[in-house]
Each structure stands twice: as structure tokens, then as C-alpha cells.
């Protein structure tokens, strides 16, 4: 592409103005709307639906955090053995910012014993309000809560209890996993629905280093 | 929560039994279908949809191949702005795995100068196609080229036809920004929408250092 095509890319003069009319209207429009958004607080942030990037997408955040160098932390309540990588980075580099603790052990269908999955989940729970109670995190990330919600090894009105009673004003606390409560939607500040469009599985593709794990 | 709570967790004896039955078939079912899943293979990935996470969740996934040492890199085509503290972890730590190239400069309705916009965006397609060709190369996200793509300011037709001939078998390549091409989600391997259920500047909260940047 050279530089005329670049300047007129298909478009008339008359095109180029209005498009350049229509980005300024945009631009009003949204410093219009970011001119009321005034308040900060600490954000009930729940990732869930049956798509990918729940956990990433969290995980990213907590990068987030830690490239500003605010202190975080992550409690993974199911999936021990996923995320190992992310566990491994945040271990090696970045542990005075950020607390990583793995409780819950593998998917629930691998240990098929309730009673261990119940102990399990409500010692993470436990290592959970520690965490957030701890003002001086400014997110806690809990991976995968909403499976062992789902199962009731956690009582969800407790969790939403103390989230709307304990959680300290400007911590952000984000909760994954599919199958979310409604009740913990409702009370969420952001909540995303990762919807699966396509995936590879279902063409033979197996699970891949740094796409799965 | 004392320990005999925790074992039964208000379950009798033949609904623990029934659990842990329930769970087992899950596992068969699973390990069943997941046998059949031998192939790798790079895949193309796209996270669109109006929700949060799309970027978020691609750089969850650069820090996984950075967690396992895996060569990696970003081309940032509109918010220069944007992810800025990804951007300077990465540089800091991790520049001898990942590469990091912004070539977008704001968001387009910022600039208000279409043919700006348009050489910006082909410079940053120009750079995709070089870390794409290196096979070095893992993974390549091309983060936000969904709205280069709306804009007409790359050619959707382009983009696919060297990710189908020109992209390296094992290269994962992951495109992110709402409103992805429907040609593009139908090459894609592996495509999410992130949708939005709650929104916090629904309620007059600014965006906040860690969470949306």
C-alpha cells in the first residue's frame, strides 16, 4: 500500500469528512458519559459461562495488579492442577506482591469423595476471608469458586454475606468459574458471560501448553 | 465448620454414594472424549463480544507461554493507551520471550483522521505478518485488530487468507476486539464472545488502575 492509497483508502474527500464527523460525535459522546463516572470502589468482578478465558481473563487482571505493584492474591478452588504456569511466574518473579494458594485438587468428577471436596473448598473459603479482610490486598482473585458454589460445597448466601458486609471498600474480588449463582450475579458490580462460539475439541484438537494450561 | 459437618455436609450415607457415582461417570465421559483428542496444532483464536476480558484473557495467555518460556508476541492495533501496565511488566521482565509492538495510538474516534487510522493499522498488520512468519514465534496476539478489521482499515479477506496459507502449523495466533467479521469467527479454531450481564459505569464508577488498565 503506498502513501495516496493509505491517505484516501478507498473513500472521497466528502466520505473522509463525515467519517472524521462521526469519530468526533463518538468521541463527545463518550467523554460525555467518563465525564460522570467519578467514584472508585472495589469491584465484585464474576467471570462465568461455558467459553473460555474465565480463569485467564482473571489471571490477567491479576498481571494487571501486579505490573502496577499492587499487592493480590489468588486462591484456586478446584482446578490444582491447571494454571500451573501462571503459578510458576507468579512464584518465581512476583511472590512479594502477590500470595498464590492452591486448595482445592483437581476437577470434583477426579476425586469422586464429596466429603474431601467439601473440606477442601471450605478451607480455601477460609484462606479466602483471610485474604480479603487483608486490606493491603487490593484484589483477590478466587479461581473457580463458582464450581465448588455450584456444588454447595460452599454456602453461596454466606459468600455474598460477606462480601456485602466484610469485604474492605476498594478491594476488587473476582470470582470464576462456569455455572455462576444468580444470586452472586445480582449482587456483582461486572459480571461476563464468556460464551463459546467455536471450539477446537470438537474437531480432535487436544489441549495445548499455553492455550489450555 | 467442625469435621463430622464437613464429611457429610448434611448428605446421608446413599446421597454421598449416589454423588460419588455421578462424579465417576462424569470422569468416564470425560476421559472417553478426551482420548479421542490427539492432534496439536496452532490454533486461530478470536475473543469479540461487548463484555470485558477479550484482552484481558489474551494476555492471560501470552503470560502462560512466558510462564513456560515459550517465544511470544503482541501487536497492539488501536489502544496505545490501553494495557500499558502489561506492556511494561513484559518489557521489564520478559523481553527476552516476548515481543511488544504498539502501533495503534488511541482508539480511532480519538484521532478523527481516517488516513492516520488506516497507515497505522497497516503498519501493525505489517509487523503481524513478520512474528507471525517467524516460527520461533508460539503464540502472536493481535490485540484489538477486530476494530482495524470493522473499520475497513485491514482487509478481513487478507487477514484470513495468510492465516490459512501463510500462518506455521504450530503458531497459535489470537485476534481480539468486539465486533469480530463473522469470516473470521467462522475460520477461527477456538472463538469466545464475552458478553456483558453487568456493567459497573452502568452505576457511575470510573475505570480503575488494575481492573480495566
Known amino acids: 500500500m503506498n502513501d495516496s492509497e493509505t491517505e484516501t483508502a478507498g473513500m472521497s474527500e466528502a466520505e473522509l469528512a463525515r467519517h472524521s464527523e462521526k469519530m468526533a460525535k463518538k468521541k463527545q459522546a463518550r467523554e460525555k458519559i467518563m465525564a460522570t463516572k467519578t467514584d472508585e470502589k472495589g469491584l465484585v468482578i464474576v467471570h462465568t459461562g461455558k467459553g473460555k ?84 490486598n487490593s484484589m483477590v482473585l478466587l479461581d473457580e469458586i463458582n464450581i465448588a458454589l455450584r456444588y454447595d460445597y460452599i454456602d453461596v448466601a454466606e459468600v455474598i454475606e460477606f462480601l456485602q458486609t466484610e469485604k474492605p471498600h476498594m478491594t476488587h474480588v473476582v470470582l470464576t468459574g462456569r455455572n455462576a449463582k444468580e444470586e452472586l450475579i445480582e449482587i456483582a458490580d461486572l459480571a461476563t458471560e464468556m460464551e463459546l462460539l467455536k471450539h477446537p475439541f470438537r474437531s480432535g484438537i487436544k489441549a495445548q501448553i499455553g492455550v489450555e494450561f
Open 53 to 136: 478465558g474465565k480463569s485467564t481473563a482473571g489471571f490477567g487482571m491479576i498481571f494487571r495488579h501486579i505490573a502496577h505493584g499492587k499487592p493480590c492474591a489468588v486462591v484456586q478452588f478446584i482446578k490444582g492442577a491447571m494454571m500451573t504456569g501462571e503459578r510458576e511466574l507468579i512464584e518465581k518473579h512476583f511472590s512479594d506482591v502477590c500470595q498464590f494458594h492452591t486448595l482445592g485438587e483437581g476437577f470434583t468428577w477426579e476425586t469422586q469423595d464429596r466429603a474431601r471436596d467439601v473440606a477442601m473448598a471450605q478451607k480455601a473459603w477460609e484462606k479466602a476471608k483471610e485474604l480479603i479482610r487483608d486490606e493491603r
